[in-house]
Nanobody, 114 residues
Framework: QVQLVESGGGLVQPGGSLSLSCAAS????????MGWYRQAPGKQRELVAG???????TYADSVKGRFTIFRDNAKGTVLLQMSSLKPEDTAVYYC????????WGQGTQVTVSS
């Protein structure tokens, strides 16, 4: 099973940018489909962006054109670059690895507020 550690959350003003990083260890990273999810207070966890081991990406409609997901199979990392952030992007963001097993990171808080 892969272990995931997120970093890069914080407070940002509306319209600003932030990057999240997820470092994976403990298994063969390239075998896993990687995703970023988020969960806002009182809401269900939702998929924000996903990327296959071949680099095929998918995005939630709400973040298309503003968020970009990358992965580096050699380093075992997946990044989420977020721009034009809105208050409704405020949530705890989780890294997810899906393969033979499923793993979640501990989450990192992103707050978009003036």
């Amino acid at each position: 099973q892969v272990q995931l550690v997120e970093s890069g959350g914080g407070l940002v003003q509306p319209g600003g940018s932030l990057s999240l990083s997820c470092a994976a260890s403990g298994s063969i990273f390239m075998l896993y489909y990687m995703g970023w999810y988020r969960q806002a207070p009182g809401k269900q966890r939702e998929l924000v962006a996903g990327i296959s081991n071949g680099g095929r990406t998918t995005y939630a409609d709400s973040v298309k054109g503003r968020f970009t997901i990358f992965r580096d199979n050699a380093k075992g990392t997946v990044l989420l670059q977020m721009s034009s952030l809105k208050p409704e992007d405020t949530a705890v963001y989780y890294c997810n690895a899906r393969g033979a097993t499923t793993s979640w990171g501990q989450g990192t808080q992103v707050t978009v507020s003036s």
